[in-house]
Nanobody, 115 residues
Framework: QVQLVESGGGLVQAGGSLRLSCTSS????????MGWYRQAPGKERELVAT???????NYADSVKGRFAISRDKAKNTVYLQMNSLKAEDTAVYYC?????????WGRGTQVTVSS
């Protein structure tokens, strides 16, 4: 059974940085795509960043220039470096991995940015 586990969340002051990690277990294949999503209280889950195949990345406009996604394809691990954090980045961050036709989600890690 494939499991994704996020880590690296926490409380940080505005302007600070955090690095999230998502490790996987139970997979015998390399995910075609991995990504990060977030959900703030009272809001829908939204895309933050994705990385596909050899390294094609996509970012939400709100995080462009501040966040960077990367992956270790051999380890099926994905990272999210978050810089210049803002209060509006506060949310639960979820890792997602795709291997057609399956989509896997982690349980999330809380990121709280104090202003």
């Amino acid at each position: 059974q494939v499991q994704l586990v996020e880590s690296g969340g926490g409380l940080v002051q505005a302007g600070g940085s955090l690095r999230l990690s998502c490790t996987s277990s139970g997979s015998r294949f390399s995910f075609s795509a991995m990504g990060w999503y977030r959900q703030a209280p009272g809001k829908e889950r939204e895309l933050v960043a994705t990385i596909v195949g050899g390294g094609i990345t996509n970012y939400a406009d709100s995080v462009k220039g501040r966040f960077a996604i990367s992956r270790d394809k051999a380890k099926n691990t994905v990272y999210l470096q978050m810089n210049s954090l803002k209060a509006e980045d506060t949310a639960v961050y979820y890792c997602r991995a795709d291997y057609y036709p399956h989509t896997y989600w982690g349980r999330g890690t809380q990121v709280t940015v104090s202003s």
